[in-house]
């Protein structure tokens, strides 16, 4: 049964089948960024909700409540959706992956730091490699246009666990063969 283990790190000789430094500075950059962008959202739908109407470009009266509360519960329902999202995909991030024995310890990015995840080996599987390439407009007239986004990357299930994990596949270190093996055959 997978756990979350708060102690210390794991004993000798783990086998590291994944590493992400690099990538993962990125994404903790643009969670903050997200974060932020979605908080101010929220206080501007709270803002909306209270003075849609007063401007004088608006007419100078306040407007019904139901046109203040769907303007302003929609910019700010905007703002908690991405900043969910975007705490989501943080906890499901995968920074280190390492085998000791049967066991497989998963480590994740969390808002401030990491969280260890402890699983054997056979509650993972069904994994998923996404090819994470986005063309520009230019892809529809040429046939050889390049990619403007080039960032692949492999999803892994663990028993217990709703979200799949992700694993980015521009890391450091991805050991293909072994990830392939616990996902079994469902990653190409």
């Known amino acids: ?86 705490w989501l995909y943080v906890h499901l991030y995968v920074l280190h992956m390492a085998r000791q024995g049967k066991e497989l310890h998963i480590v994740s990015m969390t808002a401030l730091g990491q969280r260890e995840w402890t699983f054997q080996e056979s509650e993972l599987g069904q994994g998923a490699y996404h090819e994470g390439k986005v063309y520009g407009a230019d892809a529809l007239r040429h046939s050889h246009a390049t990619p403007r986004v080039n960032a692949p990357w492999i999803t892994l299930r663990a028993r217990g666990q709703r979200w799949p994990f992700i694993l980015d596949a521009q890391a450091e270190t991805l050991d293909m063969s072994a990830i392939r093996k616990l996902a079994g055959s469902s990653l190409d």
Do not use: C, T
């Open 1 to 86: 049964m997978n756990r979350f283990r708060d102690g210390p790190a794991m004993s000798a000789n783990p086998k590291v089948l994944f590493e992400n430094h690099w990538q993962a500075r990125k994404v903790r950059a643009v969670f903050w960024f997200i974060m932020l962008a979605g908080l101010g959202a929220v206080w501007a739908g709270w803002s909306i909700f209270q003075s849609y109407g007063l401007s004088p470009g608006d007419g100078g009266v306040l407007r019904p409540f139901w046109q203040r509360l769907l303007f302003g519960g929609a910019v700010a329902g905007l703002g908690l959706a991405a900043a969910y999202g975007v």
